[in-house]
């Protein structure tokens, strides 16, 4: 993750060493230069800061590899690699153990903590972000030049403050040198400005990690920072598992890089900037046309969309869970790639649109605690169902005609109901007015 202190540290610890080494290097945006300027220059670099006094002329990084590994081998050296994110850079820059005399240190900092691990380094250390005692010394740090707010009048907007940044270091640091030197006034306009459009600087730090994922793993973060951040993760793992994201592995690689961690409760946890930097990202697809978003979160915007019959051909998940004053469903003619359509615990839904029945790509159909239900669509055509959960529909009097079940292995299993192979199953515990199945 951005912004976490992995540079300040790196570099607070070279500086307490860096006098016990004759030869040393700190090497700064290995991402960036390297991207920019290739491998060769960092080699380079590398070379002319440990040995300053020599000179140095190669073109490739084979021929840069063999005179690091030549030049150091009995050298006792402190090297510090900021930034890292390709396997490549360690290869080229530090190579294997014997590149470096006995007693070498050689520090990595990079936001993907599987890079380091694939590289067999001796110990990882991960930065957390910080106490709130801890942030509140920073952010008076930055905005006040000293470790305590000097005015009372401002007490309650560095909380406000301190709390959006959620012990981000980048983002007190970014905040507080914003709000150094002006007054109150300005401090609630910037608050409120934050409430509803986040500080660019700090997003786009953060967006780094995200734009060096792959398009699977980019999915998935996307999804959990706008539906599922909080949420048990085998829930998630399941939803997302359905949309062919590899979740096992996907989830992993976010954790791996600190996009996202498990708590002790099994939640999947997201840090509220992130969230926010996801969010914003699937905001700006499309701006305007709230329809050809790929996902939509906040309630107004849904309702917007519902109420305009707009085609919504990417849509495919609906979830209007407790909506307790929804009473019917709109039509879904306009949505024909829904795949799940979750409406549990709108109990006062009486009525769902025969629309349902065209969608052929539905899987998952959540009918749970509806009680005001009491039909559904008399024929439903839902050729890819996989689950119908009618648990809670006590007042259910019958069940439509599926088409293509008639076509598969069918199996009973007491008073529940389970179609297996393609159909999986009917969860109809607790329907007590169920009258004809």
């Given at each position: 993750m951005g912004g976490i202190g992995k540079t300040t540290l790196a570099r607070v610890a070279y500086t307490q060493m860096s006098s016990h080494f004759e030869c040393k290097s700190f090497l700064a945006d290995v991402r960036d230069i390297s991207n920019k300027l290739g491998l060769v220059s960092l080699q380079k670099q590398l070379l002319s800061q440990v040995l300053p006094d020599e000179c140095f002329s190669f073109f490739n990084v084979y021929e840069g590899n063999v005179i690091i590994n030549h030049r150091l081998s009995n050298k006792r050296v402190l090297i510090v690699l900021d930034d890292v994110d390709n396997l490549q850079h360690l290869k080229c820059l530090v190579g294997r153990r014997d590149w470096f005399g006995l007693?070498?240190?050689?520090?990595?900092?990079?936001?993907?903590?599987?890079?380091?691990?694939?590289?067999?380094?001796?110990?990882?250390?991960?930065?957390?972000?910080?106490?709130?005692?801890?942030?509140?010394?920073?952010?008076?740090?930055?905005?006040?030049?000293?470790?305590?707010?000097?005015?009372?009048?401002f007490i309650e907007l560095v909380q406000h403050v301190v709390g959006y940044a959620g012990g981000l270091p980048l983002a007190?640091?970014?905040?507080?040198?914003?709000?150094?030197?002006?007054?109150?006034?300005?401090?609630?306009?910037?608050?409120?400005?934050?409430?509803?459009?986040?500080?660019?600087?700090?997003?786009?730090?953060?967006?780094?990690s995200f734009d060096g994922l792959e398009e699977t793993e980019k999915n998935i973060f996307l999804d959990i920072a706008c539906f599922f951040n909080g949420e048990e993760k085998d829930f998630v793992m399941k939803v997302l598992d359905g949309c062919e994201f590899f979740p096992d592995i996907g989830i992993d690689v976010l954790i791996k890089k600190s996009l996202l961690t498990v708590n002790k409760y099994n939640q999947l946890r997201m840090h509220d900037l992130l969230q926010e930097m996801g969010r914003k990202i699937v905001r700006e697809k499309s701006i305007d046309e709230l329809e050809k978003r790929c996902r939509l979160w906040e309630e107004r915007d849904v309702y917007n969309v519902l109420i305009t019959n707009a085609p919504m051909h990417k849509l495919k998940v609906i979830n209007l869970q407790g909506s307790e004053n929804l009473i019917k469903t709109p039509n879904f003619k306009m949505a024909p790639n829904i795949e799940s359509l979750v409406l549990e615990g709108c109990t006062r839904l009486a009525y769902v649109d025969p629309s349902v029945g065209v969608l052929k790509k539905l899987k998952l159909l959540n009918l749970r605690g509806c009680k005001s239900l009491r039909s559904l669509p008399t024929k439903i055509g839902m050729e890819s169902l996989e689950e119908l959960i009618l648990s809670g529909c006590s007042n259910l009097k019958s069940f439509p005609e599926i088409d293509g079940i008639p076509k598969r292995k069918d199996k009973f299993h007491g008073s529940d109901v389970a179609f297996v192979v393609k159909f999986e199953f009917i969860n109809k515990a607790e329907s007590k007015g169920l009258q004809s199945l």
């Open positions: 007693g070498s240190r050689i520090i990595v900092t990079t936001r993907d903590e599987h890079l380091l691990r694939s590289y067999r380094v001796d110990d990882v250390y991960k930065p957390t972000t910080l106490n709130d005692n801890d942030a509140l010394r920073l952010f008076n740090f930055k905005a006040f030049g000293c470790e305590k707010v000097p005015k009372e009048d007190l640091e970014v905040l507080g040198s914003f709000l150094c030197d002006r007054d109150a006034s300005q401090w609630r306009s910037a608050i409120e400005r934050l409430k509803r459009d986040s500080n660019k600087e700090i997003l786009d730090r953060l967006q780094i």
